[in-house]
């Protein structure tokens, strides 16, 4: 963490010292870890684990007129970690997950596909009814790593500590300090510098993932050996639809067909060939038909109208009104309105309703409507009833409290990690890196992550150290059974090939 300078006149440093210190031991916050002890059965083997909960507090080291002033809470960070019993540390990777946001805990990950417990829910069109339930997850990560999940300042049970501001950790700077520091203090506290480290993120956990890849290398000479990016968003200028940046549209393009392909828009045509059609488009013929603007000739426009809603589903009036140029949430209210319904942006498989039939943007995600419930349902229960861990703070699954993010970094420019990701690359050839897409994810489109990979300033061997996997899906894939045991195994795939070259 960073220095904090004072101005204590000399002849007062040693009183203001005192006196400092006297009140950091009244007031400092300690480190309120709980400890069970678990077994797991994972096909034919029985894995013994200890998870650990609780908040760890992190601290700066502090220094008044040059002098040393001792360490000051900064923050409590709430984390959750599960590791082996009898494990080799030497041998035995470690994962440490989170998801995205800004603003979200860790539960997604954690309940969803990669710890020893799973949140039981249902799927689109087949939801439980509340307080929906919770199972052993047979197909668990830890099987093949520790796992230790991280909630940033302001999500979760994680805080700034007493008398300190929390938005310094909101923003892309503070959040990577905060989060790399958790990750240095875990892996030292539980000697595990010579194990092999992986960072598991979703969404914009995608985004700090790449960022603390570099981060973690060049601030402590941590190398990882991997990346899981589930849900990539490492180039907020391929989802962000801003005047006078066009490539968005042609990049969710095939994520429209998928979805209405789902809903029946597409007959009885295979995903992949619907998929495929719309990709072939939004690479060449739709971008260029976008450059053109008002040079395009009347038979070209009617063209590209045609060809934009037949795969998108909307009607050629429609797309002839907004210009060819589809906004995400405007694709989600219009998709179904004839039928008076929405669909989702986290998961466009999931459908909705709205109050008034004629919105244009819908005010509810019916896909984020239909998790939250259950992962904070399981959430709750699970720390108190199974892990021993009571805490009176509402468990923030969602805050907005971390609004408005921080960019300052990028002014003047768009928001990336890629420039971290490919340094980190260069710099340990071994890092690779397993991105896991959702075709109906409307949140952060496939096309969009194959379009930041094939643009990454990497050299051509190391372009293999790259691997795609997709579902048929959202952005929390695994909520979908076939999916979640499909991308459990994936994701064991990933870490086995690269322990083992």
Known sequence: MANTEGASAPSEREDHAADATATRTAETPTDDLVTTQHSLTVGE?????????????????????????GHRPKAEIFVTSYTLDGADPGTRPVTFAFNGGPGSSSVWLHLGVLGPRRVVMGDAGDLLPPPYGLADNHETLLAHSDLVFIDPVSTGYSRAAEGEKPDQFHGFRGDLDSIGEVIRLWTSRNGRWMSPKFLAGESYGTLRAAGLANHLQSRYGMYLNGLLLISSVLDMGTIRFTKGNDLPYSLFLPTYAAIAHYHGLHGDRPLREVLDEAEAYAARDYPWALARGARLTSEERADAVATLARLTGLSEKYVDQVDLRIEHIRFFTELLRERGEVVGRLDGRFRGWEADGAFERFTADP??????????????????????????LPYEVLSRRVQPWSYAEFEGSHVQSTDDLATAMRANPHLRVHVACGYHDGAT???????VFAHLPIPAALQDNVEFRYYEAGHMMYVHEESRVQQSADLAEFIENTLNG
Do not use: C, K, W
């Open 445 to 451: 489109p496939h096309f969009a992550a194959e379009h």
């Open 45 to 69: 083997r029985t894995l013994p684990y200890t998870a650990t909960t609780g908040r760890v507090v992190l601290r700066e080291e502090v220094h008044t007129d040059g002098v040393f002033d």
């Open 367 to 392: 896909s984020m409507n239909a998790i939250t419930g259950p992962y904070s349902a399981a959430l709750n229960h699970y720390l108190r009833s199974e892990l021993g861990y009571h805490n009176d």
